[in-house]
């Protein structure tokens, strides 16, 4: 908590000059998407402005600081890791300009879920299939560390389908508690088994997050959870829970510090309420004139 308060909430003379400064940003960053030279471009700038236009250690401040969740603000966040991560899903090179490694896509996925937002899996999961059969998965998993949070959220997609993901033929290294996990807990309906193993869970999340904003402490490292809005948001377990009541299953309730996070409530987004920013609706419409493939878009958060 020391580190959230002295790192990580934004000072009250912060906000006006992210709210003064952030439309005129924007608008750089969109340009660079719409003057790009040909498609594949497109989808790299598209991506680099979702990255760098979603906010959520905004969010986390006002849920922290108020006890209260921005609809608005984590509708318009879920919507960009939305963009970004079916942009990256389609653009299947080899080679690759700015492209989401592997934990990053696993935190936006666990995020989604954690929120109850599936709807974009059926429309990506066959391009990550095909990521998967083309070897691109190479480009962006570091092979020398064990993966956690992609794994994660690949088991969660490919087990409601009924698939299995050989990651050894894949040669990716594997941290053996989550695929432990999603293997024999996932779909378990021992209270006690998925009690233990969601423990577990937020045990690693605390483990493998990084608090220190070091070298040492980052991504290649093993430290995964690097997003600051994610530092005490249990989101695995909201992701579980929610991927669960999907299949009919129910949840208990765990007894956990992450548990007692103003982020444990922070988790029900209301599209049907969100004002959506200016620039998404062209934005949308210009992903699907240049990519057909990314029309469904225009129908994701309604």
Known sequence: MNHVKKHVLWKDEYFECYYRLNPELVQKRLDKIYQAEDDLMVLISTQLFCFLQANGTLYFDGCYKTGKA????????????????????????????????????????LTLFACNQFSLVPYCYPAIQRGFQSGVLKEIVPFYREQKLGILAMEIMARERGDTINWEAMQVRVDPVYLDFCQNILLSSDDELVRTGLITLCDKHLEWTDFHNSDKHCCLTGYEIQRQDLLLWPFEYQAVKNWRARQGLSTPMIEHPLMN???TTANCPDFSQWQRPEWFNPLVDFLAQRRPELAFLRHLFI
């Open 70 to 109: 921005d609809n608005s603000l984590l509708c318009t966040n879920l919507a960009l890791w939305s963009i970004e991560l079916a942009c990256d899903h389609f653009d299947i090179r080899e080679e690759r300009g700015h492209t989401t490694k592997f934990s990053e896509q696993g935190e936006s996925w």
């Open 261 to 263: 996070s103003p982020m």
